[in-house]
C-alpha cells in the first residue's frame, strides 16, 4: 500500500498539525511506503516573503524528522524538486470544474482573508494537491478533517480522469484519526487550531518551550461546570479531552473515568504536563537538525530523486492517455 500526505512549510507547525498529521505520517513508514512532501508550491499562493519561504522548508523538514520520519524508511522531499506536479496540475485541470473549485471552504476562508490579491493559484490550490497524490497513484492519505474536503476532490478528479482517458489513475483513500483530526483553539474552542487563523495564545507549537505550552493550556477557555467529559456545549474540555487521548493513545472515554470528579485545574495540568512531554523528544532533536543545513538539503535531494522516478512514470502513462506529446518520448531526467 502506498501513502501520500503533504504539509506546508512553516516553523510555525502546531499540535494540531502534529496530532492530526504528523503522527499518522511517522506511523504510516509501518504500514506501507510512505512519501512525504513540503509543499513550497502551495505555500506562494498567498503573500509570502522569498527569503523566508526557504528557510520555512528546512523548518518543517527538521521538525518532521525530528518527530520521526526516517528517509530510509519514506520518500521525503520538497514538491518544487519534482516538476511533474505542476505539470500533472495543469493536465488534471482538464477534469477538474470551475464549480467544484469554487466549492471549496479553504478557498473561500483564505481569499477573504488575503489584503492585495486573491491569486489564481489559490483558487487552483485544489488542482495541485490533487496532482501532488495522483502522481503516485497513492491508495492513501493521511491528513485532518480539513482536508477531507479536498481528498473528495481528488477522488472526483481520479475518477472523472479515468472514464475520460482509460484506467491510468488510482482513486485514494482518505485517512483521519479518531481521535484528533480536529484540534481546537485553546482561547476559541469554536474555531480549528490554525496559524493563519487562531489566536496566538490559543495555539501550541510544536517548538514552543515548556513553560509556554504550559501557559497556553492552563490558561485555556472552559465553561463554568467543572465535570471533565465531552459536551457539545463543553468545546473548550470537549477538546483538551481529545488532546491528552491522542497524546497518550488511550480512548476519550479513558480520559473522562480517569479524570472524574478532578476539576479543571487538575486536569489542565494534566493535559499540559502529557503535552510537554509529548513534544520535548521533537524538540530537542529538532535543534540539533536545524542546525545542519547542508545535511537538511542533501535528505530533499536525495527523496526528489525518488520521487521523481515514480512521478515521471506516471505523467508517461497521463501524457500518452491525454494525446500530449509525441506518444513515445524519453523525457528528461529518464
Ligand atoms: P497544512 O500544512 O495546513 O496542514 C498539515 C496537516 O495538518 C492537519 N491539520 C490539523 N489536524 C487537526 N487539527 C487541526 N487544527 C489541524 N490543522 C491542520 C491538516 O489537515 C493537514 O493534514 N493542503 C494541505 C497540504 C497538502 C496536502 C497535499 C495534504 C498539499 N498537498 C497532498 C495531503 C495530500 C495543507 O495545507 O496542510
Redesign the pocket.
Given at each position: 500500500m502506498r501513502i501520500?500526505?503533504?504539509?506546508?512549510p512553516t516553523g510555525r507547525k502546531?499540535l494540531?498539525?502534529y496530532?492530526?498529521?504528523?503522527r499518522q505520517y511517522v506511523a504510516g513508514q509501518d504500514r506501507g511506503e510512505a512519501i512525504y512532501?513540503i509543499?513550497d508550491l502551495?505555500a506562494i499562493t498567498v503573500a509570502y516573503e522569498p527569503a523566508v519561504l526557504r528557510e520555512s522548508v528546512y523548518d518543517t523538514a527538521a521538525i518532521l524528522l525530528g518527530a520521526g520520519l526516517d528517509p530510509n524508511r519514506c520518500i521525503f522531499f520538497r514538491q518544487s524538486d519534482v516538476v511533474e506536479h505542476p505539470e500533472l496540475c495543469w493536465l488534471l485541470s482538464s477534469v477538474t470544474s470551475y464549480g467544484e473549485l469554487n466549492r471549496m471552504t479553504?478557498f473561500k476562508e483564505k481569499a477573504g482573508a488575503q489584503r492585495d490579491l486573491v491569486s489564481g493559484g489559490l483558487f487552483f490550490?485544489p488542482v495541485?494537491?490533487a496532482a501532488?497524490?495522483l502522481a503516485y497513484r497513492a491508495d492513501e492519505?493521511?491528513?485532518?478533517?480539513?482536508?477531507r474536503q479536498?481528498?473528495e476532490l481528488m477522488r472526483d478528479v481520479a475518477e472523472r480522469f479515468n472514464a475520460r482517458f482509460g484506467e491510468t489513475l488510482v482513486v485514494p483513500e482518505v485517512r483521519v484519526p479518531e481521535v484528533?483530526?480536529?484540534?481546537?483553539d485553546l482561547q476559541q474552542p469554536d474555531r480549528?487550531?490554525?496559524t493563519t487563523g487562531g489566536t496566538p495564545q490559543g495555539t501550541v507549537y510544536v517548538l514552543d518551550a515548556p513553560d509556554q505550552v504550559a501557559r497556553k493550556i492552563r490558561s485555556s477557555v472552559t465553561d463554568s461546570g467543572t465535570e471533565v467529559v465531552r459536551a457539545p456545549d463543553k468545546a473548550g474540555i470537549s477538546n483538551l479531552i481529545d488532546i491528552i487521548a491522542a497524546v497518550r493513545g488511550t480512548a476519550p472515554e479513558e480520559i473522562e473515568r480517569e479524570f472524574d470528579g478532578s476539576g479543571y485545574g487538575a486536569f489542565k495540568q494534566a493535559v499540559a504536563d502529557a503535552v510537554i512531554e509529548y513534544l520535548a523528544p521533537v524538540r530537542e532533536r529538532y535543534t540539533e537538525l536545524r542546525s545542519d543545513e547542508a545535511g537538511l538539503e542533501r535528505t530533499l535531494a536525495e527523496g526528489a530523486e525518488k520521487a521523481r522516478a515514480i512521478a515521471s512514470d506516471t505523467l508517461r502513462d497521463v501524457r500518452e492517455a491525454m494525446g500530449v506529446g509525441s506518444g513515445h518520448e524519453v523525457r528528461s531526467g529518464q
Amino acid at each position: 500500500m502506498r501513502i501520500f500526505s503533504g504539509i506546508q512549510p512553516t516553523g510555525r507547525k502546531h499540535l494540531g498539525n502534529y496530532i492530526g498529521a504528523i503522527r499518522q505520517y511517522v506511523a504510516g513508514q509501518d504500514r506501507g511506503e510512505a512519501i512525504y512532501c513540503i509543499v513550497d508550491l502551495h505555500a506562494i499562493t498567498v503573500a509570502y516573503e522569498p527569503a523566508v519561504l526557504r528557510e520555512s522548508v528546512y523548518d518543517t523538514a527538521a521538525i518532521l524528522l525530528g518527530a520521526g520520519l526516517d528517509p530510509n524508511r519514506c520518500i521525503f522531499f520538497r514538491q518544487s524538486d519534482v516538476v511533474e506536479h505542476p505539470e500533472l496540475c495543469w493536465l488534471l485541470s482538464s477534469v477538474t470544474s470551475y464549480g467544484e473549485l469554487n466549492r471549496m471552504t479553504q478557498f473561500k476562508e483564505k481569499a477573504g482573508a488575503q489584503r492585495d490579491l486573491v491569486s489564481g493559484g489559490l483558487f487552483f490550490y485544489p488542482v495541485l494537491q490533487a496532482a501532488d497524490v495522483l502522481a503516485y497513484r497513492a491508495d492513501e492519505v493521511p491528513v485532518g478533517e480539513d482536508q477531507r474536503q479536498h481528498v473528495e476532490l481528488m477522488r472526483d478528479v481520479a475518477e472523472r480522469f479515468n472514464a475520460r482517458f482509460g484506467e491510468t489513475l488510482v482513486v485514494p483513500e482518505v485517512r483521519v484519526p479518531e481521535v484528533g483530526a480536529r484540534i481546537m483553539d485553546l482561547q476559541q474552542p469554536d474555531r480549528k487550531m490554525s496559524t493563519t487563523g487562531g489566536t496566538p495564545q490559543g495555539t501550541v507549537y510544536v517548538l514552543d518551550a515548556p513553560d509556554q505550552v504550559a501557559r497556553k493550556i492552563r490558561s485555556s477557555v472552559t465553561d463554568s461546570g467543572t465535570e471533565v467529559v465531552r459536551a457539545p456545549d463543553k468545546a473548550g474540555i470537549s477538546n483538551l479531552i481529545d488532546i491528552i487521548a491522542a497524546v497518550r493513545g488511550t480512548a476519550p472515554e479513558e480520559i473522562e473515568r480517569e479524570f472524574d470528579g478532578s476539576g479543571y485545574g487538575a486536569f489542565k495540568q494534566a493535559v499540559a504536563d502529557a503535552v510537554i512531554e509529548y513534544l520535548a523528544p521533537v524538540r530537542e532533536r529538532y535543534t540539533e537538525l536545524r542546525s545542519d543545513e547542508a545535511g537538511l538539503e542533501r535528505t530533499l535531494a536525495e527523496g526528489a530523486e525518488k520521487a521523481r522516478a515514480i512521478a515521471s512514470d506516471t505523467l508517461r502513462d497521463v501524457r500518452e492517455a491525454m494525446g500530449v506529446g509525441s506518444g513515445h518520448e524519453v523525457r528528461s531526467g529518464q
